[in-house]
T-cell receptor, first 117, second 113 residues
Framework: AQTVTQSQPEMSVQEAETVTLSCTYD???????LFWYKQPPSRQMILVIR??????QNATENRFSVNFQKAAKSFSLKISDSQLGDAAMYFC??????????????FGTGTRLQVTL | DAGVTQSPTHLIKTRGQQVTLRCSPK?????VSWYQQALGQGPQFIFQ???????QRGNFPDRFSGHQFPNYSSELNVNALLLGDSALYLC????????????FGQGTRLTVV
C-alpha cells in the first residue's frame, strides 16, 4: 500500500516571501502521479499542481512549483511571492493509474500554511 | 458549468441512526469517489462508483454503502452511526479514461451526537 507523509503540521510565511512544503511517499510502483491540493476554510479541495512520475521535469504553475525527487521519494511544493490568499491547508496526494489515478487518492495529513503581513 | 455539488452542507445525527449524503458530479464526469476527512486529518478514500457499480473500496466497514444513479449522481449511506463517524465527507468526480484530475465538492459536515 502507498503512504504519504507530511512532516510539517504548520508553516508560516511572510507575504511576498517564498515557502517550501515537504512531502515524502512510499510506493513500489514506477508509474504514478503526485498532487498538491489546497483546502481553504471553504473546505473545497482545489488542485494546485500535479506531477507525473515518468516526467523528469518538475511541474510549475505560475507561483507554484515542485521539486520531485523520484529516487528519494520526495515531492515538495514551493510557493513564491506568497499572498494572503495562499493561507490554507495543503495536502500532498498520491494516485496510481492502476487504480484510476485521481479517482482514488492517498492523502497526507496536511500542512497548515499561515501567511502574515 | 456547475462543479461538484454536495448536500446537505451540515447535519447532526444521533448515534445509531442512519444518514444519506448526496453528490452531483461535475458536468461530463462519470466517476464519483467518496472520502472521509476526520478533524485535523487528510481525507481517507471510502469507495468509488463508476457505471452504477462500486469499483474500489477503502478500509471502511459495511456500514458504509453507496449508490450511483444513471445520471452519475451518487449517494453515501452510513448505518448505525457511531460517534467516530463524525467527519467531513467529501465527494470527488472525474472522467473515466482521463483521471489525472479530480474535482471536489465542498463536503458535508456530519456530526454524530
Amino acid at each position: 500500500a502507498q503512504t504519504v507523509t507530511q512532516s510539517q503540521p504548520e508553516m508560516s510565511v511572510q507575504e511576498a516571501e517564498t515557502v517550501t512544503l515537504s512531502c515524502t511517499y512510499d510506493t513500489s510502483e514506477s508509474d504514478y502521479y503526485l498532487f498538491w491540493y489546497k483546502q481553504p476554510p471553504s473546505r473545497q479541495m482545489i488542485l494546485v499542481i500535479r506531477q507525473e512520475a515518468y516526467k523528469q521535469q518538475n511541474a510549475t504553475e505560475n507561483r507554484f512549483s515542485v521539486n520531485f525527487q523520484k529516487a528519494a521519494k520526495s515531492f515538495s511544493l514551493k510557493i513564491s511571492d506568497s499572498q494572503l490568499g495562499d493561507a490554507a491547508m495543503y495536502f500532498c496526494a498520491y494516485g496510481s493509474p492502476n487504480t484510476g489515478t485521481a479517482s482514488k487518492l492517498t492523502f497526507g495529513t496536511g500542512t497548515r500554511l499561515q501567511v502574515t503581513l | 458549468d456547475a462543479g461538484v455539488t454536495q448536500s446537505p452542507t451540515h447535519l447532526i445525527k444521533t448515534r445509531g441512526q442512519q444518514v444519506t449524503l448526496r453528490c452531483s458530479p461535475k458536468s461530463g464526469h462519470d466517476t464519483v469517489s467518496w472520502y472521509q476527512q476526520a478533524l485535523g486529518q487528510g481525507p481517507q478514500f471510502i469507495f468509488q462508483y463508476y457505471e452504477e457499480e462500486e469499483r474500489q473500496r477503502g478500509n471502511f466497514p459495511d456500514r458504509f454503502s453507496g449508490h450511483q444513479f444513471p445520471n452519475y449522481s451518487s449517494e453515501l449511506n452510513v448505518n448505525a452511526l457511531l460517534l467516530g463517524d463524525s467527519a467531513l465527507y467529501l465527494c470527488a468526480s472525474s472522467l473515466a479514461g482521463e483521471e489525472t484530475e479530480a474535482f471536489f465538492g465542498q463536503g458535508t459536515r456530519l456530526t454524530v451526537v
